[in-house]
């Protein structure tokens, strides 16, 4: 769907993070025209900012949200389901610490995590012996029991854009780096004009509906462009993570329990890597400028360093990233207690075209907020179709019975000429779709230029059609994490034979 100047969409959803994409898929296929403008590149805040982990939220427990823990646990089974190639299953150790929590109340919180909800896909929690179990082996040998529990790890950017792909796939359009500069609220239409930061261009565009999901930016986006006052106000808490080299063996995660009571993950990432975080601090800067402090670093260096025999230390961070979650605003100090889930407001004034904002969320129950912002819209569109997305695959993701192990198997045989390990990242990158990806090659010349690492001009070339990559940044830090192997002369490499293209401004990018 390409956009003319004043052409009439039933939604324009503005933000291209997980919400604004879910929405403009589930939007899409219940047959409505979508449109979707991301100011900057797909997931390029918020949601490539998480803890890479689809979770119920074991620890959303304590502060009794147990509406919110089953809900996230019912999406966690589902999302398993419809994206098995960026979603794997993973296993959590939690140490003990008795001075911290009891053992009792360890138990009775894994009883009701492993119960909430229906679980097919997962094994249950058990208690393990540090003495016996391989999770013990990089632990202090004053630990000498915990337990272990299931949840899942995914790649959070590369969620986005397979939603914004699928939305695209069944007739939205999708304009990143295109923002949202005024709208006029009519008795019928939104007049909207969008301006794109690559061409310079404007457009017109006339819709029946606004959502915001604009994250960070709900509020404000409310209160200039829309010019509609929010009746929720949101509270922007920093999240900041660092990444080392890999520090254990196994292929297990660990949550830690912090003296503060908040907790702190150490998990397995991108093979070599291990991913620790998350920090909760109050933020009122530019949520577009966020970035991690000293404080922060050191925060999590010792929070980890508490439970490994081997100290870490901020000289071993290899990289870090920060972002800024808009959460619901609540009277409570501690910003870790502020609740995950979220708020859809529509303002449906007699005589006004309507408007849709979200508040809060997390990127677990995504679908699930798509899914009812479509229920409250559902009075204002008769034609829509009925609810589709619990069942249907995301793209690459339609792998029978959702055993990515057998797929993988099967895609390295059918590609021997490829390195095992580029023929494993390609499989769980792209799932079913790599085979688009590797049309009519059959052997390591056709993949073209090699930039860095294993990411090779065939790659790039598909993610640019398909993915509306544009920059190294897209490429290496959201459609992949290609970045963490790349060195400075690969990078300008990319970059150089990205500039030597020529870029077609976003609506010429559509289908």
Request: neutral net charge; contains cysteine; hydrophobic residues 45%.
């Amino acid at each position: 769907m390409a956009v003319a100047s004043d052409e009439i969409v039933d939604l324009l959803v503005v933000g291209g993070g997980v919400n604004g994409a879910g929405i403009a898929r589930d939007a899409a296929g219940r047959g409505l025209s979508v449109l979707l403008c991301e100011q900057d590149d797909l997931a390029s805040h918020t949601s490539s900012a998480s803890t890479k982990l689809i979770h119920g939220g074991l620890r959303y427990l304590e502060h009794y949200e147990f509406g919110l823990v089953r809900k996230a646990l019912q999406e966690r089974e589902l999302l398993l389901r419809m994206a098995p190639h960026i979603i794997a299953p993973l296993r959590f150790v939690m140490p003990h610490v008795s001075s911290l929590r009891p053992a009792w109340m360890i138990r009775a919180g894994l009883f009701l995590y492993d119960n909430l909800s229906k679980r097919e896909l997962l094994p249950g929690s058990r208690s393990i012996d540090f003495r016996k179990h391989p999770a013990g082996a990089p632990l202090k040998k004053t630990l000498s029991k915990g337990f272990v529990y299931s949840d899942a790890s995914v790649q959070d950017a590369r969620l986005v854009v397979l939603n914004a792909m699928d939305a695209k796939e069944r007739g939205a359009a999708i304009l990143t780096r295109t923002r949202l500069i005024e709208a006029r609220q009519g008795t019928q239409y939104w007049d909207a004009t969008l301006l794109s930061a690559v061409s310079g261009a404007t457009t017109k565009v006339k819709a029946r509906c606004v959502v915001n999901a604009a994250g960070p930016w709900v509020a404000s986006l409310l209160n200039s462009a829309l010019n509609t006052p929010a009746q929720h106000h949101i509270r922007l808490v920093k999240g900041s993570h660092i990444v080392t080299k890999r520090l254990f063996d196994h292929d297990h995660a660990y949550i830690f329990q912090n003296p503060d009571k908040r907790i702190v993950f150490a998990i397995p990432y991108e093979t070599d890597f291990t991913l620790i975080g998350t920090t909760d601090v109050e933020y009122s800067g530019n949520p577009g400028k966020v970035e991690i402090s000293e404080e922060e670093t050191a925060y999590l260096c010792e929070s980890v360093s508490r439970y490994f025999e081997a100290a870490v230390t901020p000289q071993q961070v290899v990289w870090s990233y920060a972002g800024v979650r808009p959460l619901l605003e609540e009277e409570v100090a501690n910003p870790s207690a502020v609740t995950r889930d979220y708020r859809l407001e529509l303002r449906a004034e007699q005589g006004l075209a309507p408007v849709l904002s979200v508040f809060g969320g997390k990127i677990t129950t995504y679908r699930r907020l798509a899914e009812e912002a479509m229920e409250q819209l559902q009075p204002l569109f008769g034609y829509m179709k009925s609810d589709w997305t619990a069942h249907e695959a995301l793209p690459g993701g339609d792998i029978a019975n959702a055993d990515f192990a057998d797929f993988q198997r099967i895609f390295q045989q059918r590609h021997a000429w490829l390195p095992a390990a580029l023929a494993a990242r390609y499989a769980r990158t792209y799932g079913t779709r790599a085979a688009r990806l590797l049309d009519g090659i059959h052997e390591m010349a056709g993949l073209g230029e090699l930039f860095g690492a294993d990411l090779y001009e065939a790659e790039v070339r598909y993610l640019m059609r398909n993915e509306w990559a544009l920059t190294a940044d897209d490429i290496l830090w959201r459609r992949s994490k290609l970045g963490l192997r790349f060195d400075a002369a690969g990078v300008e490499r990319l970059h150089a034979w990205l500039e030597a293209q020529q870029v077609p401004a976003p609506a010429a990018m559509l289908a």
